[in-house]
């Protein structure tokens, strides 16, 4: 029999999985493999970045250069909706769509002339001739976007069909839609350099027949004469009356903006300019100068008589006194007494019944003067400035606003006047006003919490984790704990009582005997058997589960561990 001696009760793991039944082993092992399949599958997804669209709908042009551009960066892409997107890590997209903008990607997908070239059997008249078109358009639209201020352009033609008869053509016409890169515009020049390539690649196209808009459906080309009814619209006038208003403002605002602060004021132009062409010719002419200052411009002198009688012989007889009379002279502004007094030498004779004129013609100064008036010159200006009540901070910081006084106010509006070069005798008028601005206070909607997108952002980054650790918990609290809840039994230390039934587990049986009973009149002690027996019985209360243990292998002819 074995001895009394107190024995520990710790089974090993293998013991401890063998106790466990069949349920339990199978609900051990099935938790233990979906533990080690959840944590796979959590490593792997948060080491798999998260994929987002960053061009959809591509040609295959660009989509090849995106590609082939992705591939010299070195940044993972994957395709998808059958190559027609691209997709990058969602950490990458913004930065990979600059990149590849400051390169000029996606061009878009422009079809020349080279539509030409599939011409298949069998096409119609009508067919090759829009397919002429389309290409002519493309080949329009590479053009002017090559120019550096459009970032795109469409461009759409109007061809008519020409007959025989020449009075019935219609004259083609064109479209051209520009989309502009950010903070760049279009001078005139290059509008017209637009309208003369458009117009120049169509034959019979005038110039007028083209329209140029942008994105916004502003018209940029002029439009023909008359299109705005005739009311002084013309664009470039129009347009030089804004920049004018704008210069006028500016300069208010530069003139004020450091007295009363940034923010403070505000300056309304209106400028009224005068576009009329005018000419004026003026004739003058000098009074009449003095005879020998004055230049003679023609001279004409006739003589007309019966005849020139021959003086009488004087003098010794010879041939001194027979000479003819001298040639007569006569001063250009002489008198007429001169005239007549004048010539005549010692043989002259005398005009008898003649008559002389004498006509002379001087020239006359005149002064020739042509004027032509400028136009956009300016007939009245008309300035509106409204400037913010006067802040002012104490020493308690305490903030508080305050008018302008009436000398200030003047000698604002003195500035405004210099500034815009006041006019009174042109009529123009400066308007200057001291109020309180009324400051707009922003309405922030308040978008719940749930709605953010940042917390949207977090909690998709977040799913995969958040959502492998939870699984893993469940597992672990549903499958493996109670298995392992099952094997971490506590070591106890078994009474000797409890190894002796152990010791009969393993031998026969010995059955004790019952004890005679006792004489009413003697008492007697307990026996060993009865001591046995009661100390087995403090072990069931004690400690039932290793009794059921016991009770179990007896069952099931196991050797006890």
Do not use: C
Not at 2 to 29: E, F, M, W, Y
Not at 57 to 68: E, T, W
Not at 216 to 235: I, N, Q, R, V
Not at 373 to 379: F, L, N, P, Y
């Amino acid at each position: 029999m074995v001895t009394a001696s107190a024995i520990p009760l710790n089974p090993s793991l293998a013991g401890r999985l063998s106790g466990l039944d069949q349920s339990q082993r199978l609900r051990l092992a099935l938790g233990v493999v979906l533990f080690l399949a959840i944590g796979i599958i959590g490593i792997v997804m948060g080491r798999q970045a998260e994929w987002r669209v960053l061009y959809s709908n591509l040609a295959d042009k660009d989509g090849g250069a995106i590609v082939a551009q992705l591939s010299q960066m070195n940044i993972p892409y994957k395709h998808s909706d059958g190559g027609g997107s691209i997709l990058v890590p969602a950490d990458k997209v913004y930065d990979t769509r600059l990149r590849l903008a400051s390169q000029g990607l996606p061009k878009g997908a422009v079809t020349g002339f080279e539509a030409m070239e599939s011409n298949r059997f069998g096409m119609t008249q009508f067919q090759e001739r829009l397919t002429f078109q389309r290409g002519l358009e493309g080949e329009l639209t590479r053009s002017i976007q090559a120019l550096s201020s459009v970032q795109s352009a469409r461009v759409h033609l109007a061809l008519p069909n020409q007959n025989g008869f020449f009075r019935e053509q219609q004259k083609p016409s064109a479209s051209v839609l520009l989309s502009l890169n950010v903070g760049r515009t279009l001078d005139r020049s290059q509008l017209a350099g637009i309208v003369h390539l458009v117009s120049s690649s169509v034959p019979e196209m005038n110039p007028t027949s083209v329209s140029v808009l942008d994105d916004t459906g502003k018209l940029l080309s002029t439009p023909p004469e008359g299109a705005l009814g005739g009311a002084g619209g013309d664009a470039q006038q129009m347009q030089y009356v804004q920049q004018l208003e704008q210069l006028y403002t500016q300069r208010i605002l530069d003139i004020l903006e450091p007295v009363v602060g940034r923010g403070n004021v505000k300056a309304q132009v209106t400028a009224e300019l005068d576009f009329s062409q005018t000419e004026s010719t003026s004739e003058s002419h000098k009074p009449n100068q003095e005879l020998n200052s004055s230049v003679i411009r023609s001279q004409q002198i006739s003589e007309s008589g019966a005849g020139i009688g021959a003086s009488t012989p004087a003098g010794v007889p010879g041939a001194a006194s027979n000479q003819p009379p001298g040639q007569a002279s006569a001063p250009i502004n002489g008198t007429a007494q001169a005239l007549a007094a004048g010539g005549g030498g010692a043989g002259a004779g005398a005009i008898t019944g003649g008559k002389r004129d004498s006509i002379i013609n001087y020239e006359v100064d005149k002064t020739i003067r042509v004027v032509r008036g400028g136009t956009g010159s300016v007939k009245r200006l008309s300035a509106a400035v409204v400037i913010n009540h006067q802040t002012t901070t104490d020493s308690k910081g305490k903030t508080t606003t305050s008018p302008m006084t009436e000398a200030q106010v003047a000698s604002m509006t003195a500035l405004v006047r210099e500034t815009i070069g006041f006019s009174q005798d042109r009529g123009d008028s400066v308007n200057l006003m001291n109020a309180p601005f009324v400051i707009d206070t922003p309405v922030v909607v308040e978008i719940p919490l749930w709605r953010q997108p940042e917390l949207i952002d977090l909690a998709r980054s977040l799913a995969w984790p958040v959502g492998t650790l939870l699984l893993a918990a469940l597992v672990l609290l549903g499958f493996v704990r109670p298995a392992m809840k099952t094997l971490a039994k506590p070591v106890e230390m078994l009474p000797a009582a409890a190894n002796q039934i152990d010791a009969i587990e393993g031998d026969e049986p010995e059955r004790p005997l019952l004890a005679a009973p006792s004489a009413s009149n003697g008492a007697v002690g307990p026996t060993s058997a009865e001591l046995a027996l009661e100390d087995a019985r403090k072990l069931t209360r004690d400690n039932p589960e290793a009794v059921a243990n016991i009770v179990k292998s007896w069952m099931n002819n196991e050797v006890p561990a």
